[in-house]
């Protein structure tokens, strides 16, 4: 089995070095704290968001409960004010629903243009 590399030189929707978004809790597609992605992450992890605990209720009555720990996952459970990459898709739910959560702009991979545009991104800004 190969497994997926990623860029070295990944870009955000900025069109800049992609910065990362989280490493408490470590976050992406690669867990390395980064939202970057490859043609292997079918649900495009490309969206640094922070959480809210409306945008977590959203999440798990859609079927993706992200704030129960797994732990056999390694995966912590999120709280309001974590930041997390979340799939570019579900954040367009959300934002079709008037519950996307805010997005941190430098650590969005550019993958995230496919789904929205930097205009709608921009709106939901925050300083990472």
């Known amino acids: 089995m190969v497994t997926p590399t ?5 870009r955000n929707v900025l069109g800049t070095e992609l910065k990362p978004c989280s490493t408490e809790p470590m976050t992406g597609f690669f867990r390395d704290g980064c939202c970057n992605t490859t043609s292997d992450d079918l649900g495009a992890h490309t969206v640094c968001a922070e959480m809210t605990a409306e945008f977590l209720q959203f999440s798990r009555e859609a079927g993706n409960d992200l704030s129960t720990p ?4 390694g995966f912590p459970g999120l709280k309001p004010g974590d930041h997390w990459c979340l799939c570019a898709a579900r954040w367009v739910e959300a934002l079709d629903e008037g519950k996307a959560p805010r997005v941190v702009l430098e650590s969005t991979h550019e993958r995230t243009l496919e789904f929205t545009p930097l205009a709608v991104l921009q709106r939901y800004a925050i300083p990472g």
Do not use: D, G, L
Request: no cysteine; glycine share 0%; charged share 45%.
């Open 70 to 73: 797994r732990p056999e996952f």
């Open 6 to 10: 990623k860029s070295k030189t990944a």
